[in-house]
């Protein structure tokens, strides 16, 4: 329904009905003019709240995971630091920081909520000692990845998948290339305590 229109058809016919006299027996009553004051008011007050909650119905959803182009910037970066500024402008906190003898991860995470349900979404920047290379593995349970990176990737060379994901029954992975970057993208089935389910992981690393 369109409320705006709704609601300007509502407004003209009170000022119209308040410009006709009101009989009471032989009595001619007349709205008092302050009250038709406040008409042109009320008005604009229905129109700003129908029009704001039009705006709000209307907004369309957005994908809170970034793209594959952003993904792979951020392999680029070989600096915790600038990930850590681009990682926490789409709501990840920083949760551990697990040294190695060739490379340092540094975990993020956030929470989201889709179709009332309460999801971990969890994002690692894995960065060599020498910074020579850096990974970026995503791993979520609440949006499908597959289908969401896969048209992305339809300019990378599609490999057959090595890795260790890729040899476990219940998982399916898609693995890519190009000149700088290897990817990984898998969906894996996982046994719930409410039935199954499915996991869902991406690997950016930059050669």
Known sequence: MNFNRYV????????????????????????????????????LMFLAIF????????APATNPFPSISTLTTW???NSQQQFDVAIRAVGFKFEVKEPGAESTAYTYIRKVTVNEVNYT????????NNNSASI???????????????????????????????KDKNTTCSCYES?????????????????????????????
């Open 121 to 128: 979404d969890r994002i690692v920047y894995r960065i060599t």
């Open 8 to 43: 300007v058809v509502l407004c003209y016919k009170m000022k119209w009905e308040s410009r006709k006299p009101k009989r009471v027996g032989k009595i001619n009553l007349q709205i008092p003019h302050f009250m038709k004051a406040f008409l042109p008011t009320i008005c």
């Open 179 to 207: 000149a700088a970057y290897a990817i990984d993208l898998c969906d894996e089935r996982v046994k719930l305590t409410m039935g199954d389910g499915n996991k869902y992981f991406v690997s950016v690393a930059k050669k």
């Open 51 to 58: 029009s704001s909650q039009a705006q709000t119905n209307a």
């Open 75 to 77: 392999a680029s970066l």
């Open 136 to 166: 970026i593995s995503l791993v979520t349970a609440s949006t499908d990845l597959v289908s969401l990176y896969t048209p992305q990737l339809a300019t990378f060379k599609n490999n057959n998948c090595k890795t260790e994901m890729s």
